[in-house]
């Protein structure tokens, strides 16, 4: 449903599945180093998402649209991430960089009407996630909240950690007070406050910072800030 400017309802058939924005707003989470990929499934789940995009286009889940500006932005992407691959890297790494390009090939190839409604069903759960998370974040300056346990940070690669959390799901304490991510910044359920912070501004003027039109919009630049 979306509203108009009567103030009235009207139906919109959408091709895009909740289950499939679900799928890809699980992975956006995963990409930008949120405790949800830790432990290596950021990778697991890069080389598992075009099987599942795939397979939800196969069951009328959502529908694609190949265009070929997004092969060729795929392919520019392909390019300079190959460029980055360190000299003396195996095939798996090259191979890595071969499934982001198609990742993000995917998802532009959802039909273009359906790109807003994914835009604002993402908004409304990612900002639904920073409410949560800030409310945690500032009660723990006062009292230390009881946590789901201590984890283990990683940043896609098992031998690179920016040490241990707390995990309150939508918001991740950093236990090491000798570390930069302790400085009484918020970050949310990501590894550092720069991981909110990029996925916040491109929100936000993705969404135009229309706060009328997305209600949860206002807790992302709160987030933000």
Not at 60 to 83: D, E, H, S, T
Not at 175 to 182: A, E, G, I, K, P
Request: hydrophobic share 50%; with cysteine; proline share 3%.
């Amino acid at each position: 449903l979306i509203m108009t400017n009567n103030n009235t309802y009207q139906n919109q058939v959408h091709t895009t599945s909740t289950i499939a924005i679900v799928v890809i707003f699980i992975y956006f989470l995963m990409v930008m180093r949120c405790w949800l990929g830790f432990g290596g499934r950021t990778q697991m789940m890069t080389y598992a998402f075009p099987f599942l995009i795939l397979g939800l286009h196969a069951s009328g889940q959502l529908r694609l649209v190949f265009k070929r500006r997004y092969v060729i932005y795929a392919f520019i992407v392909f390019f300079f991430n190959v460029m980055g691959v360190r000299s003396g890297s195996n095939i798996n790494a090259y191979i890595y960089q071969l499934f982001l390009p198609t990742n993000i090939l995917l998802v532009l190839c959802i039909p273009d009407d359906d790109k807003e409604y994914v835009l604002a069903k993402i908004i409304k759960w990612f900002g639904s996630i920073m409410f949560i998370g800030v409310l945690i974040y500032l009660a723990n300056l006062v009292v230390d909240l009881p946590s789901l346990g201590v984890i283990k940070s990683d940043y896609g690669n098992l031998d690179i950690s920016a040490g241990y959390f707390k995990n309150y799901i939508a918001y991740i304490k950093p236990l090491d007070s000798d570390s930069t991510y302790s400085f009484l910044r918020f970050n949310g359920p990501f590894i550092e406050p720069g991981d909110l912070g990029c996925t916040a501004a491109f929100m936000l003027m993705a969404a135009k910072f229309d706060f009328k039109r997305y209600d949860k919009l206002i807790w992302i630049l709160i987030a933000l800030i």
